[in-house]
């Protein structure tokens, strides 16, 4: 398996546009996970699915941030508008199971800028 | 999630053993106790992970203390490319398990 597949791995948008992260999990693990990460504040979780439901997104900042996992091997991150305080590296994961008992493989991220 | 506390950071001579504690006193008897690593650029990456007894892989070295209040981490020859940010995490076994990453340690490996 190629791991989790993030993309893009760059993005740069003007404020205000719709920005959509896209990911795709490792082929029969049944969790995904969206973080975000910031020099202020660190990793975030977001939030997190499983079996493409979501389970928790108390960690989503507000509503111009939605997530999406049409299916098990796709799910998509979504800002609009996108705003300069949005900036960050997020990440994806995904774990068969949860971590009780099983690690969590990362994406390589996708570095947004908004400006 | 069990709260853990690491140092914010520590220095480790390359080819020598580097020993990163994590306290985590609040740790319920079912816990696991997780290490991953950030390396810079890169998504964490998963490292080991015990519940009480001593484990070892390919990469690392856990031990954890008979209490389960506190682990180390042991790389036994640090090199370069163990510089990196590492985590010492507790999922929370009675809700979901999720990851909740703290602020680490930055363990710089010195030539």
């Known amino acids: 398996d190629a791991g989790v597949i993030q993309s893009p791995r760059h993005e740069v948008t003007e404020m205000g546009q719709e920005v959509t992260l896209r990911c795709k999990p490792i082929?029969?693990?049944?969790?995904l996970f969206w973080y975000r990460q910031t020099m202020m504040r660190g990793l975030e979780l977001l939030i997190y699915?499983?079996?493409?439901?979501?389970?928790?997104d108390s960690g989503m900042p507000e509503d111009r941030f939605s997530a999406k996992m049409p299916n098990a091997s796709f799910s998509t991150l979504k800002i609009q508008p996108s705003e300069p305080r949005d900036s960050a590296v997020y990440f994806c994961?995904?774990?068969?199971?949860?971590?009780?008992?099983?690690?969590?493989?990362f994406g390589q991220g996708t570095r947004l800028t908004v400006v | 999630d069990a709260k853990t506390t690491q140092p914010p950071s520590m220095d480790c001579a390359e080819g020598r053993a580097a020993n990163l504690p994590c306290n985590h006193s609040?740790?319920?008897?079912?816990?696991?106790v997780y290490w991953y690593r950030q390396i810079h650029s890169q998504g964490p990456q998963y490292i080991i992970h015990?519940?009480?007894n001593n484990e070892t892989n390919e990469m690392a070295s856990l031990i954890i203390t008979e209490d389960r209040k506190s682990s180390t981490l042991i790389l036994p020859h640090a090199t370069l490319r163990d510089t990196a940010v590492y985590y010492c995490i507790v999922p929370y076994s009675g809700n979901t398990g999720k990851l909740i990453f703290g602020q680490g340690t930055t363990l710089q490996v010195k030539p």
């Open positions: 082929s029969g693990h049944d969790y």
């Open positions: 994961a995904s774990s068969f199971q949860l971590a009780q008992n099983t690690e969590a493989f």
């Open positions: 609040t740790i319920s008897g079912n816990e696991y």
């Open positions: 699915f499983n079996n493409n439901v979501p389970i928790d």
């Open positions: 015990g519940l009480k």
